[in-house]
């Protein structure tokens, strides 16, 4: 037939095999691309990335409530471990408080043992020296007292003794006078030498007065300074005990006065009473993001290809006859 209408007919051909051709890939594209035209359904790889992005966005729903999950319980975790770690600082600072207050109540007590001894010392220091004093004062009594006894005992011997010379005197005249009377002496020479006798007599007489005098006298001196040592003594004992009793009061004061500084330092120990912190804010909840839901797309309509354009066979015949004509036309013109 090619011959006939100018290869118009294969041409035509050809051209039909050429639209068919787009229309087989047009529809195997849209089928592979929307799955079957004629279906309502979505299919094909539409189908199949739209299932793979649903597939995916449930995973990334529970990989985000995993994520969420593990933060929520790793902040709850970091909340209970903070709330550990404030109620342990609080025992250590309650520990150390109690130990604080436990030295001090050692030391304070260390203070009133170091105190009591401290006034026991100084009850047995003011108790030596009061006896002392005592016996000081009781040695310079005994000793006034004897020499009191001594110097009352030498004014007796001085009286005594005078006394007894005076009464030897006056035997030793009436002797000499009753001597001279019996010698025979008489008349006046007689009383004369009597009389002088009896005067002699009289001036050692008061002779021994005087010197009884004298020494009574010296012993009233002795014992006037004795009395006058003896209130000395007196009210230097006097002033010595109250000199310690002033020195014991000044010692008690110092040991109260050292004792309540001890307290003071002993008190400066304690440590303030820790209070505990205050508690840590709970954690919240995270927030969950929303998820916009997957575009499912809808299926496109299939691409239309137009037929393909056709060739007239009549006119391919008449214009190959035409051609035959003219090309036969040429031969015989050129043969003549």
């Given at each position: 037939m090619g011959w006939f209408d100018g290869g118009a007919s294969e041409r035509n051909e050809y051209a039909?095999?050429?639209?068919?051709t787009t229309r087989k890939n047009i529809r195997a594209n849209y089928e592979f691309e929307w799955g079957d035209p004629n279906s309502g359904e979505l299919g094909g790889e539409a189908k199949r990335k739209y299932d793979y992005a649903v597939e995916g966005l449930e995973i990334l729903k529970r990989n985000t409530e995993d994520n969420i999950a593990f933060q929520e319980a790793e902040r709850e975790q970091q909340y209970d471990y903070g709330m550990g770690?404030?109620?342990y600082e609080h025992t250590q600072n309650m520990r150390a408080f109690d130990a604080s207050v436990a030295g001090a109540v050692?030391?304070?007590?260390?203070?009133?043992?170091a105190t009591n001894a401290a006034i026991l010392d100084q009850d047995r220091y003011?108790?030596?020296q009061l006896l002392s004093l005592a016996f000081d004062e009781t040695e310079s009594l005994l000793e006034y007292g004897a020499a009191a006894a001594g110097l009352g005992l030498k004014k007796r011997q001085?009286?005594?003794g005078a006394a007894t010379q005076a009464q030897a005197e006056r035997i030793s005249a009436l002797k000499a006078t009753g001597q001279a009377a019996a010698r025979g002496v008489s008349g006046r020479s007689a009383g004369k030498q009597i009389q002088g006798m009896i005067a002699e007599s009289g001036a050692r007489?008061?002779?021994?007065i005087d010197e009884l005098m004298f020494n009574a006298e010296a012993v009233d001196n002795d014992f006037m300074r004795l009395n006058q040592q003896f209130a000395i003594d007196q009210v230097a004992?006097?002033?010595?005990?109250e000199s310690a009793q002033l020195s014991d009061m000044a010692a008690r004061t110092k040991i109260t006065q050292q004792a309540l500084q001890a307290a003071m330092k002993a008190a400066s120990g304690i440590m303030l009473k820790p209070e505990i912190a205050p508690p840590l804010p709970k954690p919240y909840a995270l927030p969950r993001p929303e998820f916009q839901d997957i575009y499912k797309p809808k299926k496109p309509p299939m691409t239309q290809v137009a037929d393909a354009m056709q060739e007239s066979v009549g006119a391919g015949i008449l214009n190959t006859g035409l051609q035959i004509a003219s090309v036969a036309f040429s031969g015989i013109s050129a043969f003549k």
């Open positions: 039909n095999r050429q639209v068919e770690i404030r109620e050692s030391q304070q007590s260390f203070n009133e043992i003011i108790n030596e001085v009286k005594a007489q008061a002779a021994i004992f006097e002033t010595s005990r």
